[in-house]
């Protein structure tokens, strides 16, 4: 199991690539950047995956809706290129709310917007090309759409939670990118739906890399209550919610993984059980710098293991 981080963009890009470095120099595997209204994610990740050499980096996750698969694709590729092969690309349905009011478009029909995203995205990514008309995109390649140096393609992933999207990403992608499914969720419902549609589809074992809010800390209650309000705003969107409770918690915060070392490191093992390949710490500020330091360390040292 390989060990990484999520976090928000929101520092100076000279910030972020040190941030990385250190990331990388305590052992962990990967650092994944969001996408919301500011940073582009694919460009923040080329420049820190160039700047620190052997972390692999990714965006987790990029809103389809607004964007089209041939620009995504371009960006994509040249991070890849850039990195020498360690960038991952990770794509999500978004918000209703924040893709009608911040595109002006109407959030209609996601998941069959998903399939046609990936069906087109993967022929760019794989060939270079694409000749793809569907009921909801139309993707041509009129000129070559290939980015040379970006070897091998590039990885595709699914923030993907609910029934109809983990079949489109065990059909089409390479995997997952689940954010607030606990262990529970996992093993009962998002592995075996996922796994299954890849199999039926003949490709091979996706990855499951679950992101999971979480700090190393002496001050547990404190610590808890950050958590509280800080993933709040989460228990409003359906497919979280249904995650939250499926996961067996009532809120948020209750899949925060909050404690010492010996705490963290068990949760990180139950994470691993319930068929997670991947995990991706994030909120591992929110106790300070020092807490977050400490969170590294270990999560260093168990990528270690």
């Known amino acids: 199991m390989t060990i990484g981080l999520a976090l928000s963009p929101q520092d100076r890009i000279d910030t972020m690539v040190q941030l990385a470095r250190e990331a990388r120099e305590a052992g962990l595997h990967s650092v994944w950047f969001g996408q919301t209204f500011s940073y582009d994610s694919p460009s923040l990740a080329a420049i820190v995956g160039r700047e620190v050499p052997g972390l692999h980096v990714g965006t987790a996750a990029v809103p389809i809706f607004g964007r089209h698969p041939l620009l995504l694709a371009s960006q994509a590729q040249t991070a890849q290129a850039a990195t020498g092969g360690r960038y991952h690309l990770g794509l999500a349905l978004g918000?209703?709310?924040?893709?009608?009011?911040?595109?002006?478009?109407?959030?209609?029909?996601?998941?069959?917007?998903?399939?046609?995203?990936?069906?087109?995205?993967?022929?760019?990514?794989?060939?270079?090309?694409?000749?793809?008309?569907?009921?909801?995109?139309?993707?041509?390649?009129?000129?070559?759409?290939?980015?040379?140096g970006a070897e091998p393609p590039v990885p595709l992933l699914v923030a993907a939670m609910g029934p109809q999207a983990l079949r489109v990403a065990g059909e089409l992608a390479d995997g997952i990118l689940p954010?607030?499914?606990?262990?529970?969720?996992?093993?009962?419902?998002?592995?075996?739906?996922?796994?299954?549609?890849?199999?039926?589809?003949?490709?091979?074992?996706?990855?499951?890399?679950?992101?999971?809010?979480?700090?190393?800390?002496?001050?547990?209650?404190?610590?808890?209550?950050?958590?509280?309000?800080?993933?709040?705003?989460?228990?409003?969107?359906?497919?979280?919610?249904?995650?939250?409770?499926?996961?067996?918690?009532?809120?948020?915060?209750?899949?925060?993984?909050?404690?010492?070392?010996?705490?963290?490191?068990?949760?990180?093992?139950?994470?691993?059980?319930?068929?997670?390949?991947?995990?991706?710490?994030?909120?591992?500020?929110?106790?300070?710098?020092?807490?977050?330091?400490?969170?590294?360390?270990?999560?260093?040292?168990?990528?270690?293991?």
């Open 95 to 148: 918000v209703k709310t924040l893709t009608e009011a911040g595109f002006g478009i109407p959030y209609e029909r996601p998941v069959l917007l998903l399939r046609e995203f990936l069906t087109a995205l993967r022929q760019l990514v794989e060939t270079g090309s694409a000749d793809f008309h569907g009921e909801l995109l139309t993707a041509t390649t009129p000129l070559p759409a290939a980015v040379p």
């Open 179 to 305: 954010n607030l499914a606990g262990p529970r969720a996992l093993a009962e419902h998002i592995v075996p739906a996922l796994t299954a549609a890849a199999e039926a589809a003949g490709r091979p074992a996706p990855r499951v890399v679950a992101v999971v809010p979480g700090v190393v800390t002496a001050d547990v209650e404190a610590m808890r209550e950050k958590a509280t309000e800080a993933l709040a705003i989460y228990e409003r969107v359906p497919s979280y919610r249904r995650a939250i409770e499926l996961s067996g918690a009532t809120r948020a915060a209750d899949l925060a993984v909050i404690g010492d070392e010996e705490t963290v490191a068990a949760e990180v093992r139950r994470y691993r059980e319930a068929g997670a390949t991947e995990v991706l710490f994030t909120w591992t500020d929110l106790g300070g710098e020092a807490d977050r330091r400490r969170t590294w360390k270990l999560l260093g040292e168990l990528a270690t293991d």
